[in-house]
Nanobody
Framework: QVRLVESGGGLVQPGGSLRLSCAAS????????MGWFRQAPGKEREFVSL????????YYRESVNGRFTISRDNAKNTVYLQMNSLKPEDTAVYYC????????????????WGQGTQVTVSS
């Protein structure tokens, strides 16, 4: 059974940092694109970032570019999202996702989803 399990969410003040982790199990994801989405209350889920399999090319939505960094450790079957300079508008449930094609994953067409982890940015 394939599972994606997120961790690392929590409450942080504006300007602070968090690192999210997504541990995958049930298959090897080294050739899969893996990414992060988020959904704020009353809003649709939106793409945040992804990292491709193989070369590990990275992509970010404009509003997080320069503040967030995605990385992966294929030996651990884990993907990370380092979030710095957090803003209240980053508050959302963050979901990990995986799929064979980065261009489809970016559109939300993913084979696998995690259950999500809450990130709250507030003073």
């Amino acid at each position: 059974q394939v599972r994606l399990v997120e961790s690392g969410g929590g409450l942080v003040q504006p300007g602070g940092s968090l690192r999210l982790s997504c541990a995958a199990s049930g298959r090897t994801f080294s050739t899969y694109a893996m990414g992060w989405f988020r959904q704020a209350p009353g809003k649709e889920r939106e793409f945040v970032s992804l990292i491709s399999g193989g070369a590990g090319s990275t992509y970010y939505r404009e509003s997080v570019n320069g503040r967030f960094t995605i990385s992966r450790d294929n030996a651990k079957n884990t993907v990370y999202l380092q979030m710095n300079s957090l803003k209240p508008e980053d508050t959302a449930v963050y979901y990990c996702a995986a799929g064979p094609m980065p261009e489809k994953l970016r559109l939300g067409r993913c084979d696998y989803w995690g259950q999500g982890t809450q990130v709250t940015v507030s003073s």
